[in-house]
């Protein structure tokens, strides 16, 4: 990586926020956390980030909604998306992150190296 490379992760579950900060940072990138919908969508609407890591089920709205806010947004239309969640991933699922644009859903728990691939796929280009 040349420049670093800064990705939000939004997740209401600290301890697993915190665990997928470190992972993120000790390959290099720059990592921010919101805890919940309102404050990720700020963040993302007011800085600019490479790559954005949603939760599905959180307080003040889930990970859809968010999407649903900022790719109203012209800059934030293509932002890379990469859903990590612990609800179920049906069809109804997969069918809104595709009209949202999303990039990769991981159910919780995840791959590590599969997550990081993903991760680097998008944003290391």
Partial sequence: MSEVRRILVVEDEMQFAKMVKMR????????????????GTQKIIREAYDLVILDLMMPAGG???????IRKFPNKADLPVI???????????????RSLKVAHIFSKPYDAKEFLAAVAELIDN
């Fill in 83 to 97: 859903i990590l969640t612990g609800k179920t991933i049906d069809d109804t699922v997969k069918n809104q992150a």
């Fill in 24 to 39: 993120l940072e000790s390959v290099g990138y720059e990592v921010d956390v919101s805890g919940d919908a309102y404050s």
């Fill in 63 to 69: 990970g859809f909604t968010i999407l649903e806010r």
